[in-house]
């Protein structure tokens, strides 16, 4: 009996795609998905007009306390 419904739930997996997607979606997917999300956050391009500075991380404790000027000239 238990061997009947293992092999009718493979033939569902194997033959019927609806099943196949919610299978895999149920072992594999929810990882998948927060995993490609979590690339996409990490390496995903700044925005058009979005500024990013990032800083050095500094191995003494010292705190950040500025930088140089840098002089600029305004864009209409």
């Known amino acids: 009996m238990i061997l009947k ?7 569902l997996i194997a033959f019927v795609p609806p099943v196949r997607r919610f299978v895999f979606y ?5 990882q998948l998905v927060k995993e490609q999300r ?9 925005r058009e007009g979005e500024t ?3 800083k050095p ?5 010292t705190t ?13």
Do not use: C, M, N
């Open 38 to 46: 979590r690339q996409h956050e990490r390496t995903a391009p700044p």
């Open 57 to 61: 991380a500094s191995k003494g404790g």
């Open 26 to 30: 149920l072992l594999v997917g929810r």
């Open 64 to 76: 950040f306390k500025g930088g140089e000027y840098v002089d600029y000239e305004e864009v209409k």
């Open 52 to 54: 990013r500075v990032t």
């Open 5 to 11: 419904a293992l092999f009718i739930f493979v033939l």
